[in-house]
């Protein structure tokens, strides 16, 4: 009886040898994609730190429209007298009444307060939005508050809107406001010149609603 189990040929060896090395790379390859995609899924859960140095995050568009560079005072511009400074308060922190209780603390003051609502622009630090006429009314508002931020808009009055961030910042007490009617304001540390800066186009919007202020 002939021998069924015949010795390879070259021919055969050198096939299976090729199958059983493309075995390897794609299980080599199928291994590699595998732990690419759970290293991924790890960083994106937080549950694996990303290896680069630089944290990956997405820009605050909002806070980005609702800056420009913050302009210098004339020399020897005093503070303008509360009732002459129309304001218009505006809540962007997501905390229920704070637009309607800072307005009635400003009224306090001696403000004229026209508007109050909601925003649609969400911002941290309170942002003072004012146009060209309304520098020095600007910069007497933003006395009353920490950290609030001049944004420069185009229009036409001396009116000044008050945007309450996410911070929640209120009314500093009136010993911390730092205005004298007989001295000049200071200029920020930061200021450029009136005619340099870039003003906001269009003008932040708002809603002018009854509740959630």
């Known amino acids: 009886m002939a021998n069924q189990h015949q010795p390879p040929t070259p021919r055969e060896l050198r096939r299976r040898h090729m199958h059983e090395r493309q075995a390897v790379v794609f299980g080599v390859l199928i291994a590699a994609l595998a732990l690419v995609g759970v290293?991924?899924?790890?960083?994106?859960?937080?549950?694996?730190?990303?290896?680069?140095?630089?944290?990956?995050?997405?820009?605050?568009v909002t806070d980005d429209a609702m800056t420009t560079a913050t302009p210098c005072l004339a020399k020897g511009t005093k503070p303008v007298q509360y009732a002459k400074v129309t304001v218009n308060v505006y809540n962007a922190s997501g905390q229920p009444g704070l637009a309607r209780s800072t307005s009635d603390a400003m009224v306090e003051r001696g403000f004229t307060v026209k508007k109050v609502g909601n925003s649609t622009v969400d911002v941290a630090a309170?942002?003072?939005?004012?146009g060209p006429k309304g520098l020095a009314q600007a910069y007497t508002v933003a006395a009353q508050f920490k950290d609030a931020k001049l944004a420069l808009d185009t229009r036409k009055d001396r009116s000044v809107d008050v945007v309450l961030g996410s911070e929640a910042h209120v009314l500093l007490a009136t010993k911390d406001v730092h205005l004298n009617a007989k001295k000049a304001m200071a200029s920020a540390p930061d200021c450029v010149a009136l005619a340099k800066v870039k003003p906001l186009l269009p003008a932040p919007k708002a809603t002018k609603t009854s509740s959630g202020k």
């Open 39 to 60: 290293g991924a899924a790890g960083i994106i859960t937080g549950a694996i730190s990303s290896p680069i140095s630089k944290p990956i995050s997405t820009p605050s």
């Open 126 to 130: 309170p942002r003072i939005v004012f």
